[in-house]
């Protein structure tokens, strides 16, 4: 072998990783929403930032209240954000002189953030040990702690910083909201709202399927600005509807595409980045990380391959040496029993 | 051509020392970290899951433990035997670097009880590639102790295993090739799921294989160089700047590589522009960028390649090169939400450290003990 092949035998390995890199661009597309997808509609609009909703997911959840550092007592929830303690909170935007609602210059928003249940859920895709499952039937994004080696690749791969982990603790876990249906909770499985969806006096958040509240959104959204609306409350047929004068919306549904789309959707009446929420593209990390990972590992045959080739190329180049030094024991490589220490 | 010996010598000296006391500081952190958990030693939060304890002990340093797959490479594939007496302190050096980085890994871990689930068929999920990172780098350091064992058997005279061993190397030879290729390039796969969370400067989708890769082969060639510095320096041997000079010449190439397809990514994405918006991050770019050029200037010439303090000026930019690169993508270009904030906590640092610290004190044991260097004393 020359330098030439040398140099080709460098580039060639890089080459396979590189060639399986060109052509995974479409391996694997985005998931599709699960048949009996659940869904939350948060209307940013309908919002009064109450916080309702914060107790009753934390008396639900049995997590502790989170009390500011000048509190001494313990007396009422101010979780600032998501936390190991905090699985669902409202957060408000705010610009200038924060004088009119829903506006984006000198007004204010309300943003309710809890774990969006993606469609294609990046902490799925990443959970080295099936720890974050989707519910193949309502689409849910489960945690089990049992399975969970804590190595927070979920931590960093969530766009939305959605779960925690419990830093604090000597043997800390991940908190995340799981429509409180997680075990132990069950409140779905036995025809209860998650507890956000039940407390909210507005009907700011919104429980049925996904495909009910995309509806509902773009229902909506066609509304004339000004006009009065029925708005529902809890469910679409609950029978609890508040009128309300319809706002001027921002003409988009959070989480129909964004990102492979999400099972909690978001209306608005400013951009959704001013809540905080990231711009995502339609194509999902998780499919396009996925379709990578396959691409180049397809079948195994990339590595096995790659393991023959040069498994050829050590042999031969052994027994060649072996045989070009058989006579030659000061450059021989094999053992001899008169090998000593020159130590000292 | 020498055969490998025993440096000898004394095993106490200052320099030792020195490094066993900073093991011991570390031994002492990872007993807090056990006992009060995460949050009490380090700075971790929920913005910067993943602090130096994984982006340097187990993504920088498993790259500068690539020592063992380049000179593995380049001698049983390119068959360029010259290069021999590099191979046992290249394959201690990444038996011993590996072993760090899946020592720094469990430490980390969270939930370190349950890590059996890396291996129960029903838990392990195949479209992570943290699964495949783990799973590969395991087997790996398994590899790698029966790559670094001749020196061993040769010891303690198992010269009957040691020659049964030989005749099957060229599989273990073929593993210490195709797992490290694998997971390297999956530590750059690791980032593709995190999209526009990572800067547009780092986050190059597809090809952030190819150049976590790449970075691995040039941070292999660079420490092979900075330690067979280091050992003529430490340990009084001749000088092997000849044989490393010659050593040294792929790495130009895999620098111009590196950098071709570093421009290139950027221009035709459209995302060069960045590189030129005052910022942090664009300084982060350009120290990355300068590292990874500036040593072609000592590599393309012969004369400069053979001064061996150039040489070792070069390496040492190359290994910053890398660490700065695989920083960079994994630390610096990650964007977290407001008011998040990370810097290491000395408890945190001290542990990297200290391990750092015990693996080149194992190393100067092993050296003084066993048959691992093969270039003979000054005289």
């Known amino acids: 072998m020359n330098r030439r092949d040398f140099l080709k035998g460098m580039a060639g390995g890089a080459g396979a990783v590189a060639a399986g890199g060109a052509s995974s661009a479409e391996a694997r597309p985005n998931r599709e929403p699960a048949p009996e997808a659940v869904a939350m509609l948060f209307d940013s609009t309908l919002c009064v930032g109450c916080k309702a909703c914060v107790t009753k997911c934390k008396t639900v959840n049995g997590m502790p209240p989170e009390t500011r550092a000048d509190e001494t007592l313990p007396l009422w929830d101010s979780a600032p954000g998501l936390s190991a303690k905090t699985l669902n909170v409202i957060q408000a935007y705010t610009d200038g002189t924060a004088e009119v609602k829903d506006r984006e210059t000198d007004g204010f928003a309300f943003v309710k953030r809890n774990c969006m249940h993606c469609v294609d859920p990046g902490c799925v895709s990443v959970c080295p040990v099936s720890a974050m499952t989707k519910d193949a039937n309502n689409g849910i994004v489960f945690y089990d702690a049992d399975a969970c080696i804590g190595c927070r690749y979920c931590v960093y791969a969530c766009p939305y910083d959605v779960p925690q982990f419990d830093y604090a603790s000597s043997y800390g876990a991940i908190s995340k909201c799981q429509f409180c249906n997680q075990q132990g909770v069950e409140r779905l499985d036995h025809g209860l709202l998650p507890g956000c969806v039940e407390a909210c006096p507005t009907g700011a958040t919104l429980f049925g399927t996904r495909e009910e509240m995309l509806a509902e959104a773009r229902r909506r959204l066609a509304l004339t600005p000004g006009s009065e609306y029925q708005y529902p409350r809890e469910t679409l047929d609950a029978g609890l509807e508040v009128p309300s004068t319809v706002p001027a919306y921002y003409p988009k549904i959070y989480g129909e595409e964004q990102g492979g789309g999400t099972q909690v959707l978001h209306l608005s009446g400013v951009a959704f980045d001013k809540l905080g929420l990231p711009i995502l593209p339609e194509r999902s990390f998780a499919s396009r990380s996925e379709g990578l990972l396959h691409t180049i590992y397809k079948g195994m045959f990339a590595p096995v391959a790659l393991f023959a080739g040069v498994a050829w190329f050590a042999r031969r180049n052994l027994q060649r040496q072996a045989q070009e030094h058989a006579g030659d024991p000061a450059e021989a490589d094999s053992p001899r029993d008169d090998a000593h220490d020159d130590r000292g | ?379």
């Open chain 2, 1 to 379: 051509m020498h055969r490998a010996h025993p440096i000898g010598g004394r095993l106490v000296t200052p320099f030792t020392t020195l490094l066993a006391l900073l093991s011991l500081i570390a031994l002492w952190v990872l007993a807090q970290r056990f006992v009060h958990g995460l949050g009490a030693v380090t700075h971790l939060n929920n913005g910067y899951p993943w602090g130096i304890w994984v982006v340097f002990d187990v993504v920088v340093v498993t790259g500068l433990a690539c020592g063992g797959y380049v000179v593995a490479f380049s001698v049983y594939v390119a068959n360029r035997f010259q290069y021999h007496p590099l191979v046992r302190p290249a394959m201690l050096a990444s038996l011993l670097g590996y072993g760090l980085g899946g020592l720094g890994a469990v430490v980390d871990m969270g939930r370190y009880l349950n890590v059996y689930n890396l291996v129960l068929p029903g838990q392990m999920n195949f479209t992570s590639v943290m699964l495949e990172v783990a799973l590969c780098v395991a087997i790996y350091i398994l590899v790698l102790t029966v790559e670094a064992s001749p020196a061993f058997l040769e010891r303690f005279r198992l010269h009957r295993h040691q020659r049964k061993l030989e005749r099957v190397m060229f599989v273990f030879i073929a593993l210490g090739l195709v797992l490290p290729t694998m997971h390297q390039s999956s530590l750059g796969t690791l980032l593709v799921v995190l999209g526009n969370q990572i800067a547009p400067l780092w986050q190059s989708y597809e090809l952030m294989p190819l150049l976590a890769l790449l970075s691995a082969a040039i941070m292999g060639f660079s420490i092979l160089l900075f330690e067979g510095f280091f050992s003529q320096l430490g340990f009084r041997r001749a000088s092997e700047a000849p044989l490393l000079a010659a050593f040294a010449r792929p790495v130009a190439w895999l620098l111009v590589v590196w950098l071709v397809v570093r421009f290139a990514e950027l221009t035709l994405r459209g995302k060069l522009g960045y590189a030129f918006v005052p910022s942090g991050l664009a300084a982060a770019f350009w120290l990355e960028t300068l590292l990874f050029a500036l040593p072609l200037w000592v590599l393309l010439s012969p004369q400069r390649r053979r001064r061996a303090h150039l040489l070792l000026v070069a390496a040492v930019a190359m290994i910053l090169a890398g660490a700065v690169y695989r920083v960079n993508a994994f630390l610096i270009a990650y964007a977290t939400p407001e008011g998040y904030h990370y810097f290491p906590s000395a408890t945190e640092l001290s542990l990297t450290i200290g391990l750092v610290a015990l693996k080149i004190l194992v190393f100067i044991i092993v050296v003084k003990r066993f048959p691992i260097i093969s270039a003979p004393a000054r005289s």
